[in-house]
Every structure is written in C-alpha cells, then in structure tokens.
C-alpha cells in the first residue's frame, strides 16, 4: 500500500485522537495532512508540533490568533472556519478525509471533499443523517469510497466484504441500551447530566453520550445505515445487547447471519477505515471468550425512548425530515448539558420542531442548509417558551 495523505477534521476528539494514534503506529503508511479542532486549541497546537501537517483549521474564533502565535515560525498553514474546513479537503496531498466533527457542521467539507474526488472515511454519522441522498448520489458521480467509521457501520461494511453480490435481507444494528437500560418513563423524570453521561461500555463525548443514553444515537445510526448500505427502512433493525460485543449483524436472503464481534473499542474500525482493504497487524487488546460467557440481546424500548421512533418516522416521511430531527436534536442536547431542558423534555421539544418546520420532498443542499437554520431557531423558541 503506498503511503496515504490523511486530513483529520476533529483531531481533537475521541476518534481524531485515535486516528493520530494510528498513523503514530503506522508512519511509512500514513501522514497527517490536516489537523483541524472546534475550541481544543492547545491539543491542536501540540499535534501539529509533533505530525507537522501542512494545515491546521480551527472553528473557534477565540482561538484562531492563540493558533497563529503558537504556530509562528512553523511551515504550518492556519485557517479558519468553516471556509478553512472546505479548503483544506481539496488538497492534492490528502487522499482520505477522516470526518470525526460532531454534528451537522461535517456536512459541507464532506460535500466539497467528495466533488474533490477523496475517499470519505465517515465517523460524521450526521452528514447521511442530514443528506443522506444527496451524498450518495456524489459518492456514486464522483466514484469515491465511503468507508464507515462508526463501530456499528464498520462492523456491516466488514460482514459485507465478498458477499457484493448476495441480497440483504435485513442489518441488526446492536445498542448497549446506554446507562438507562431497562428504565420505564417515570423512572426518567428527574434524570441529571451527570447520571446521562455514565455510559456503561464506551468512552465517547459528551453530546454522542447524551445520544447513546436517550436512543437517539442508535436512530441517528438507523437512518446512516440505509443510506450507506441503500437499505429499505424495513430492513433495518436494533436490538440492544448489553455487552457490546458483538457491534452488529447481518443477515441475507438464504437466512444466514454473520456478524463482527470484538472488545468495545473504535480503534479497530478507525484502523479498518484507513487501511481499507488491508488489515495491518497490531496491538490492540483481543476479545477473550472467558471473559464473556453469556452474550444477551433484547428489543428496543421505542415507548421509553421516543428518540429512536422519531428517528423511524423521520426516515420514513423522507425529504428534510431527518435534516430537521437532527438539527433539533443537536439543540436540545446542548440545552440538557447546560440544565435548561429535562431529559424527557429533549423528544417532546424535538417532536414540536418537526412538526413546524416546512417538508421539503426533494430538498437540495441549499435546501438542507436552510432546513438546518431554520429547525436551530424554532427549537431554541420552543426552548425560551
């Protein structure tokens, strides 16, 4: 494999930290193009001292002159913004685009990396939440790959590999349950930040978090999924399985199953994404089936957590439906981490966002771009109310 120009956008984060640590472990095989960062900026400054990409963005403006001073000196060029973001994916040196930003904000890079002609390695579940037609259809114009990051999406790419042309007859996606497992609604009423966030298997953000633990994580991965594997809604189900071992399933049309197990860990499908199709030898820790002895899997509670539901019916209305869910979800959730909105209240305030917000059938960019501001401003009124 001949050395890959890798741009990280969110270097900074949970997945962009390990990604760095991948190319660390694999230096005649990777380089670091572009770092980028929301507000981490002393993080940024650091890894660009030791990867030396060509570019660093950042997306905070209160940190942008920290970023230039501390690069002074250094043949490191700084940008800003979103602006920044779009310009550093058309670079010739950069061949893979690692999205790991949180939240819509991924959706345009992604769109001008992929008319750039980059392989898209997608840990940015949002941007086929938000537009996931449109981003398919590029994928398919512009003949790229979209290699799925997201442990879930990872596990059905690599259960995928050589069965191209045997029919799906439906995808498991597996769930934790997230610390809430088994609470009924009135068990949830007085539910704080600090209890939403002990997520019992993972270590992710805060805002991913929040989603495990009210479902809309799992609805977000539903709507991904059938626009990355172009699936039928049908054919897409969770089942939630405590363990976390085994990330998901898939079945086919002769009713056979297969499906990808290991410890919870993303380094695996981070790897996985960068390497594609190889599978480099590592360290990382090994499953152990003594240490699993029962692996147990149960339905999802779609009456508890609403989220999940709202996230079906959002995928099955279709135009900027799910542009809307996922703008007014990403609102709420900031609104619960800052105390303003209960944990319930985040699916009620979400529900009342889509239905004020104009249906698109067949939205454009510029149409989702819209939907996105426009879904922002009503739920942070129907928050103020």
Known sequence: MSKKGIAILGATGSIGTQALDVIRAFPTKFEAIVLTCGSNATLLVKQALEFKPKAVVVTD????????????????????????????????????????????AGLKPTVKAIQSKKDIALANKETLVVAGELIMALVKEYGVRMLPVDSEHSAIFQCLAGEEHNPIEKIYITASGGPFRGKKRADLLAVTKAEALKHPNWSMGAKITIDSA??????????????????????????????????????????????????PDMKLPIQYALTYPARFENSFERFNFMDYPTLSFEKADMETFRNLALA?????????????????????????????????????IIEQTLDKVEFITTPTLDDYLETDRVARLITKEIIKD
């Open 214 to 263: 009210s479902l809309m994580n799992k609805g977000l991965e539903v709507i991904e999924a059938k626009w990355l594997f172009n699936l039928s809604i049908d054919q897409v189900d969770v089942i939630v399985h405590p363990q976390s071992i085994v990330h998901s399933l898939v079945q086919f049309q002769d009713g056979s199953m297969k499906a990808q197990m290991g410890v």
């Open 312 to 348: 079906y019916e959002s995928l099955r209305a279709g135009g900027n439906r799910s542009c809307v869910l996922n703008a007014a979800n990403e609102v709420v959730v900031d609104a619960f981490l800052k105390d303003q909105v209960g944990f319930l209240e985040m699916s009620d």
């Open 61 to 104: 403006s209160l940190q942008y002159s920290y970023v230039q001073d501390a690069l002074k000196g250094h043949d490191i060029a700084v940008l800003f913004g979103e602006a920044g973001l779009v310009e550093v994916v058309q670079y010739e040196e950069v061949d893979v685009v690692l999205n790991a930003i949180v939240g819509s």
